[in-house]
């Protein structure tokens, strides 16, 4: 099966990194350095597949086939909403890059709305992680796997590396594994270390499909209103205390519920 290779995306002359999605208007991501990509450029490239057996080496990238081509068929036919759209904006004139923050069964549709701005997620290194991974690479994120020792240390190393050189990054709260609708500590560990906002989104779907997984995965219908909600951004002090994560977890769990409690 042909690969790509996969780079950082290119930038427009209008410095976007992509079209508004079916004429809506999405703020567009501040331009990193030019040099800045060499530095990011492991979270744009495919995983090394060596310690996989080779049917499971075939099984990947069959599911990789698979998860775009479902993406790239249903996304475009979907009907775009967008609330909420000064709060990225209030980031992006404060200097700040947003630390996207959603739950893990609306990545389907949330990753042909957001692709090609070159956001580095944190992905899990696993057999259905890697597939995943080199997925959404394919729609212009960077993946930031962590490593095989270090696991998700090594990935949220990865993230606030990706924040230093220029890029956005995001998290899935409640994944790989859930429980479902219950945020874990990762983006107020990054906000701090950082000193960029977390950023609450959501996804809703008029029309969907819901798989028997453990966090009933959703899958929206062809021409279904998809409608993109954010809330206020949340900031930590890089001084902040375990209290004073927890307190931002907290304040993330509760924004992403009423999102979802308001527009589902």
Known sequence: MHERPQTP????PEGRYTEPVRGLRVPAPPLPPAEAAAGV???FAHGDLGAY???QRIAIRAMTFGYWALISVLGPTLRWTMHGREHLESIY??????????WHNRILATTWFWRDRGIVVMTSRSFDGESIARCIQRFGYGASR???TRGAVGALIGLNRALAAGYEVSF???GPKGPMYEVKPGPAAAARRSGNPILPVSLALSRRWEIGSWDRFQIPKPFSRAVVSVAAPIYVDRDADDEGLERARAELQSSLEQLRRKYD
């Open 9 to 12: 995306p290119a930038v427009t």
């Open 41 to 43: 450029k492991e979270f």
């Open 53 to 55: 057996t080779r049917k």
């Open 93 to 102: 004139e404060s200097g700040k890059l947003p630390i996207y923050c959603f």
């Open 146 to 148: 962590g490593s095989s």
């Open 172 to 174: 899935t709260v409640d």
